[in-house]
């Protein structure tokens, strides 16, 4: 008896014990699943990168004038950071897929690998360029009441328009010829968003070429006034643009927001004010309109180096006051958490706006050889897929967006590799605006890739 009771305390403080270890353990679990408390932490903490971890290498900007248009078309070639170190050295390991060992270990039951692995996963980032003579979708000529005559290289002095006639064919998915009466009746009634940089501009231009095939079309109606896009007081154009397409009422825009921050003048009254650039802020014009979006594509990057947020008198804000961290004052990290914030942001929009698909277009590549747009860097090459036909890698060469999106319902618009191989459709030489000795390698002709971007985009929606 007595031994038995002596047992009874041990018994109690084992069960206690047991208790608080079941506690504890439930208590870190959802300390890792719940986005609320997980906020709690710091966020500049959380997306803050190491030095040999900087997703650019920033070009000596000195030379760009403070007092550049902030809308002008030319402002991404000026000076815009190189894609990611990693993309950079391995552009011509792009085509090579990396090795693995097929074999598995030994002693263990391999019919479960074998099922799995015959499961492909739709990857449309990965395929190949194949020779297509139905391209390009409209005609350069033709479109000129949505194609800025600076991007239709067929109105320039380009005599060779090979690139054109080339197609992206993805690897283990299905991607239907597009067909602008079947796209504009899965779009009937519906909003496509594009807001970024003037690369988001291009894919926007690109979009209404496809949709109308590049032909003059009367009854579109300019829906920007809705939005609030029109020309503003001693500006040349508007901060976008919105047309709606009346035989299905769609609507595509356009928003121009090169940084994905919300920006606000410090002094209203002051044309030459310094502007607050909100990191932690999404932009004002997606935050009121999102509503009414259905589809929305958000892109940037060229605009994230020294030069530009000099030029435009950009001062860093977070938490509503200026940047005082200067970890997060390296363009490196203030770009990575910017985009991780947007994507955060835009997800915890979706469950209260369930019609809406939401994509980021990862960074599209740049092409300057021996130099920058203003030292003499060219793209000269006039030869389709001189670096190679095919993608054969899983993971996305941009590795910001690609870690942002990651477990959101933010889907990847991943363009960069298959792009990166179409070094000769740039705008190159035969810019209509071009200087002596400085060539566009940043924008691209169009009809040209920016095509296939929204073929890409047309599948998923």
Same mark, same amino acid.
């Given at each position: 008896?007595?031994?038995?009771?002596?047992?009874?305390?041990?018994?109690?403080?084992?069960?206690?014990?047991?208790?608080?270890?079941?506690?504890?353990?439930?208590?870190?679990?959802?300390?890792?699943?719940?986005?609320?408390?997980?906020?709690?932490?710091?966020? %500049?903490? %959380?997306?803050?990168?190491?030095?040999?971890?900087?997703?650019?290498?920033?070009?000596?900007?000195?030379?760009?004038?403070?007092?550049?248009?902030?809308? /002008?078309?030319?402002?991404?070639?000026?000076?815009?950071?190189?894609?990611?170190?990693?993309?950079?050295?391995?552009?011509?390991?792009?085509?090579?897929?990396?090795?693995?060992?097929?074999?598995?270990?030994?002693?263990?039951?391999?019919?479960?690998?074998?099922?799995?692995?015959?499961?492909?996963?739709?990857?449309?980032?990965?395929?190949?360029?194949?020779?297509?003579?139905?391209?390009?979708?409209?005609?350069?000529?033709?479109?000129?009441?949505?194609?800025?005559?600076?991007?239709?290289?067929?109105?320039?002095?380009?005599?060779?328009?090979?690139?054109?006639?080339?197609?992206?064919?993805?690897?283990?998915?299905?991607?239907?010829?597009?067909?602008?009466?079947?796209?504009?009746?899965?779009? %009937?009634?519906?909003?496509?968003?594009?807001?970024?940089?003037?690369?988001?501009?291009?894919?926007?231009?690109?979009?209404?070429?496809?949709?109308?095939?590049?032909?003059?079309?009367?009854?579109?109606?300019?829906?920007?006034?809705?939005?609030?896009?029109?020309?503003?007081?001693?500006?040349?154009?508007?901060?976008?643009?919105?047309?709606?397409?009346?035989?299905?009422? /769609?609507?595509?825009?356009?928003?121009?927001?090169?940084?994905?921050?919300?920006?606000?003048? +410090?002094?209203?009254?002051?044309?030459?004010?310094?502007?607050?650039?909100?990191?932690?802020?999404?932009?004002?014009?997606?935050?009121?309109?999102? @509503? /009414?979006?259905?589809?929305?594509?958000?892109?940037?990057?060229?605009?994230?180096?020294?030069?530009?947020?000099?030029?435009?008198?950009?001062?860093?804000?977070?938490?509503?006051?200026?940047?005082?961290?200067?970890?997060?004052?390296?363009?490196?990290?203030?770009?990575?958490?910017?985009?991780?914030?947007?994507?955060?942001?835009?997800?915890?929009?979706?469950?209260?706006?369930?019609?809406?698909?939401?994509?980021?277009?990862?960074?599209?590549?740049?092409?300057?050889?021996?130099?920058?747009?203003?030292?003499?860097?060219?793209?000269?090459?006039?030869?389709? +897929?001189?670096?190679?036909?095919?993608?054969?890698? @899983?993971?996305?060469?941009?590795?910001?967006?690609?870690?942002?999106?990651?477990?959101?319902?933010?889907?990847?618009?991943?363009?960069?590799?298959?792009?990166?191989?179409?070094?000769?459709?740039?705008?190159?030489?035969?810019?209509?605006?071009?200087?002596?000795?400085?060539?566009?390698? +940043?924008?691209?002709?169009?009809?040209?890739?920016?095509?296939?971007?929204?073929?890409?985009?047309?599948?998923?929606?």
């Amino acid at each position: 008896m007595k031994g038995g009771n002596s047992y009874r305390p041990r018994g109690r403080k084992f069960s206690l014990g047991l208790i608080a270890l079941l506690f504890a353990t439930v208590l870190l679990w959802i300390w890792e699943k719940n986005p609320f408390i997980s906020t709690l932490r710091s966020a %500049q903490d %959380q997306f803050l990168l190491s030095s040999s971890e900087f997703i650019f290498d920033i070009p000596n900007d000195s030379m760009v004038s403070a007092h550049h248009n902030k809308h /002008t078309e030319e402002e991404d070639a000026n000076v815009a950071p190189k894609i990611s170190r990693k993309a950079e050295r391995g552009s011509d390991n792009m085509v090579i897929e990396k090795s693995t060992s097929a074999l598995p270990p030994k002693g263990k039951d391999t019919r479960h690998r074998k099922s799995s692995s015959k499961r492909k996963v739709c990857n449309y980032a990965k395929g190949r360029w194949i020779a297509e003579k139905s391209r390009p979708l409209y005609s350069g000529f033709g479109c000129k009441q949505w194609l800025s005559e600076m991007w239709a290289c067929r109105l320039t002095q380009r005599t060779d328009f090979s690139y054109e006639g080339y197609q992206w064919q993805p690897e283990n998915c299905e991607m239907p010829e597009f067909e602008r009466s079947s796209f504009l009746k899965r779009m %009937q009634d519906k909003t496509i968003a594009f807001i970024g940089d003037s690369l988001g501009r291009q894919q926007f231009q690109s979009l209404m070429c496809m949709v109308t095939g590049g032909e003059e079309s009367s009854d579109v109606e300019d829906v920007g006034v809705n939005y609030g896009l029109v020309i503003p007081p001693g500006a040349i154009r508007p901060d976008g643009w919105a047309f709606r397409l009346p035989t299905t009422n /769609t609507t595509i825009l356009y928003y121009w927001s090169a940084s994905l921050c919300d920006l606000e003048p +410090l002094n209203i009254t002051d044309p030459s004010t310094y502007v607050a650039m909100h990191l932690d802020r999404p932009p004002a014009f997606m935050r009121k309109f999102l @509503d /009414t979006f259905d589809v929305l594509v958000l892109n940037t990057g060229h605009h994230w180096n020294r030069g530009k947020l000099n030029a435009n008198k950009w001062v860093m804000y977070v938490n509503g006051r200026p940047n005082e961290d200067r970890n997060l004052a390296a363009i490196g990290n203030a770009k990575n958490f910017t985009v991780h914030s947007v994507v955060r942001w835009v997800d915890s929009q979706l469950p209260s706006h369930p019609r809406l698909k939401a994509f980021f277009r990862t960074i599209s590549p740049r092409h300057f050889l021996n130099g920058e747009w203003n030292t003499g860097g060219s793209c000269d090459n006039m030869s389709p +897929l001189s670096k190679g036909s095919i993608v054969s890698q @899983d993971e996305s060469s941009d590795l910001v967006v690609q870690s942002a999106v990651r477990g959101t319902k933010v889907k990847i618009l991943d363009i960069t590799a298959l792009s990166e191989l179409r070094d000769e459709g740039h705008i190159s030489r035969f810019s209509a605006k071009a200087s002596d000795g400085v060539q566009d390698c +940043l924008h691209w002709c169009l009809p040209g890739i920016p095509d296939t971007w929204n073929e890409i985009l047309c599948a998923q929606v």
